[in-house]
């Protein structure tokens, strides 16, 4: 995941807790189909704030904590989900922070860009690595 998004490798750790929050609320072959946390509360999760690691996000700087000039939105990355409903880790590059914020708008396109140029170039450089097989000549009798 971080490799995909080109996020620095000290986000290790929120990468894992990611991928153990999305694990536990995503359907399992070997439960029947159900989802971990299906399983051991008896009711389907609720996954309709799910969002792609590593977008960017825009979160709202509220008045109390910004001066009349400042601005009113900070640029982040998102790195995960906590346990309340709609409220998101964010890492805040500018003062190298990771914070949990609730009020945010998403940019997921440009995180989908990014997977998808990076899977195109992966697949182009297997194609070069793989040897074409020689054509045999036409023999002519």
Same mark, same amino acid.
């Given at each position: 995941?971080?490799?995909?998004?080109?996020?620095?490798?000290?986000?290790?750790?929120?990468?894992?807790?990611?991928?153990?929050?999305?694990?536990?609320?995503?359907?399992?072959?070997?439960?029947?189909?159900?989802?971990?946390?299906?399983?051991?509360?008896?009711?389907?999760?609720?996954?309709?704030?799910?969002?792609? =690691?590593?977008?960017?996000?825009?979160?709202? &700087?509220?008045?109390?904590?910004?001066? @009349? /000039?400042?601005?009113?939105? +900070? %640029?982040?990355?998102?790195?995960?989900?906590?346990?309340?409903?709609?409220?998101?880790?964010?890492?805040?590059?500018?003062?190298?922070?990771?914070?949990?914020?609730?009020?945010?708008? =998403?940019?997921?396109?440009?995180?989908?860009? &990014?997977?998808?140029?990076?899977?195109? @170039? /992966?697949?182009?450089?297997? +194609? %070069?690595?793989?040897?074409?097989?020689?054509?045999?000549?036409?023999?002519?009798?």
């Amino acid at each position: 995941m971080l490799h995909d998004q080109s996020l620095p490798l000290h986000l290790w750790v929120e990468a894992c807790n990611t991928t153990m929050y999305l694990q536990n609320r995503s359907p399992q072959h070997i439960l029947g189909m159900k989802t971990p946390m299906e399983d051991f509360l008896g009711k389907r999760p609720d996954v309709s704030h799910f969002r792609i =690691f590593g977008s960017l996000v825009y979160c709202h &700087v509220t008045k109390d904590a910004r001066k @009349k /000039l400042d601005p009113t939105v +900070e %640029l982040g990355i998102l790195l995960g989900h906590t346990d309340t409903p709609h409220n998101y880790h964010v890492f805040l590059p500018t003062s190298q922070r990771t914070v949990v914020r609730r009020d945010l708008k =998403f940019d997921e396109q440009r995180a989908m860009r &990014v997977s998808l140029e990076r899977e195109l @170039k /992966l697949h182009g450089d297997e +194609e %070069l690595l793989v040897s074409k097989e020689e054509e045999p000549p036409d023999d002519v009798d």
